[in-house]
């Protein structure tokens, strides 16, 4: 390495003992010489593969992931600094610049509170994180605090009653969709509840069945992936919704989902082994006779009154004073209040599928609300039960790509609010994909009232 000596080296690249480490647009790319006369070897590493750098006067040490098929490798390279005429001051600069490369707006080093649930889907979501998860906080030097379930309920306890929260950048839900909903539940409790809601990302590593949450965030079910975008990921708001029924008040971020589907998920209880394709198993026994769920649909849409778009920030600004301290007042009252004026009423006699949503997937091969987004609206999606087995599977599997809204069968509605009265008494009803009783209930939109993580612009 003679030929080059610090002067020549830009601003960008480093030399040390037997290696020249350059930073370009896209990465970082360690040139190693394989003997003094002959060629170099380069080995290319993508900032948003670099987990962590640090260096002491002996050597530097850079901990990055190798990737084969979605399965993320932790690994280490140590150069030596014995005898490098690199200046403390320039091989600090030259790593911190590495540093800002690799992590950008995300925050380095997060402290994480990681909940697993040993019983989400297939029973493997421990094993998976301790494999494939963990080994790539701790590369990354993020500070875990990791809790294993022992009971439904207990993450959302302690989520309420938690007193220094405030600390943690993000709550890592390591699960189905039922586990961050009963944290955000739990969190909903708080007495600084809008507050806490607004401020931690709420995130999940695909350890269930369903996985929405992770597929609409990070795109991705691969679980190295997902912790990957969890340690390099920058925070993105959600819109969360209240459902009233009785004389309850839940918080759901997901979905809200009665008839024909909710019963492909709930009553396939005993296929839990399939893991994800038991909808699809479920669907194909209640093809031929779809169950029939009529009900009385209230909805009060953008189209009645100005659409949250076009009321800018206001609305969101709104919520956002509201509900500095406990949840924010319910701006339609509850499911016991009588109709609010100007809502559109409708009587679904034959109606097989409701489903409403706040995200484009529902499970990671479902995109049944391709235009949802943050927009403070919710999508509903209804189909009647009478269209035949034909046009039913039509629907379900143009639903994977989010083609089905061409289909007439579909009927697709974005509002603010709206009500359900279910003729029906038994049956399967889930919110967020946990069961919930058949009751007339009330959902509205809070926007921006939740957070969570998104991939970081370098993933490109
Ligand atoms: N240790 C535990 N034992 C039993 N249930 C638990 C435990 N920890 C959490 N739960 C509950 O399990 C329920 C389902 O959780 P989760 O969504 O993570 O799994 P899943 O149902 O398999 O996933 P999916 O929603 O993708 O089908 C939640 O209601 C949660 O409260």
């Known amino acids: 390495m003679d030929h080059l000596n610090e002067e020549a080296l830009c601003r960008d690249a480093l030399q040390v003992e037997a290696a020249v480490l350059e930073l370009d647009k896209v990465g970082l790319n360690i040139k190693t010489e394989q003997n003094a006369l002959t060629r170099r070897k380069i080995c290319r590493v993508r900032y948003l593969h670099v987990l962590w750098v640090h260096a002491s006067p002996e ?8 990737e084969r098929q979605k399965i993320l490798q932790p690994t280490a390279k140590v150069f030596s600094l014995q005898n490098s005429a690199t200046s403390s001051t320039r091989l600090d600069a030259w790593v911190q610049l590495l540093l800002h490369r690799a992590y950008g707006e995300s925050k380095s080093r997060k402290k994480l509170k990681i909940f697993l649930n040993p019983s989400s889907g297939k029973g493997t979501a421990v094993k998976l994180f301790c494999k494939y998860a963990e080994p790539l906080f701790v590369a990354a030097q993020c500070q875990v605090d990791i809790q294993e379930t022992s009971y439904s309920g207990q993450a959302g306890e302690l989520v309420r009653a938690h007193l220094e929260i405030d600390s943690w950048d993000a709550i890592v839900c390591c699960s189905g969709d039922g586990l961050p909903h009963e944290v955000i539940n739990g969190l909903a409790l708080r007495n600084d509840a809008g507050h806490i809601l607004r401020k931690i990302p709420i995130v999940q590593l695909p350890g269930g069945s369903g996985n929405a949450l992770c597929v609409n965030m990070f795109g991705t079910t691969s679980i190295s992936l997902a912790a990957l975008y969890t340690i390099k990921g920058v925070t993105h708001p959600m819109d969360l919704m209240s459902i009233t029924q009785g004389d309850k008040r839940h ?7 009665l008839g024909l589907l909710a019963e492909c998920d709930l009553d396939t209880e005993g296929i839990r082994f399939l893991g994800g394709k038991r909808f699809a198993v479920g669907l194909l026994q209640r093809l031929l006779k779809p169950p029939v769920y009529g009900c009385k649909l209230a909805t009060y849409s953008a189209s009645n009154q100005c659409s949250r778009d076009s009321m800018g920030d206001q609305s969101c600004d709104q919520t956002k004073e509201m509900c500095q301290h406990g949840l924010p007042d319910l701006q339609f009252g509850t499911v016991n209040d009588p109709v609010p004026d100007g ?17 484009p997937f529902v499970d990671a091969t479902s995109k049944v609300f391709p235009s949802a987004r943050l927009d403070g609206l919710l999508d509903i999606l209804t189909v009647d039960a009478g269209i035949g087995a034909r046009k039913l599977l039509q629907l379900f599997s143009k639903a994977e790509r989010g083609t089905h809204l061409t289909m007439p069968e579909a009927q697709y509605r974005k509002v603010l609010a709206y009500r359900v009265v279910p003729s029906r008494t038994h049956g399967a009803f889930s919110v967020d994909g946990e069961r919930f009783p058949i009751k007339p209930f009330q959902v509205e939109v809070h926007p921006q009232m939740g957070m969570t993580l998104t991939t970081p612009p370098i993933v490109g």
């Open 59 to 66: 050597e530097l040490t850079i901990h990055y992931v190798r």
């Open 343 to 359: 809502w559109k009423l409708e009587h679904l006699e034959t109606l097989g599928v409701f489903f409403a949503g706040k995200f």
């Open 251 to 257: 918080i759901s971020f997901l979905s809200q989902n």
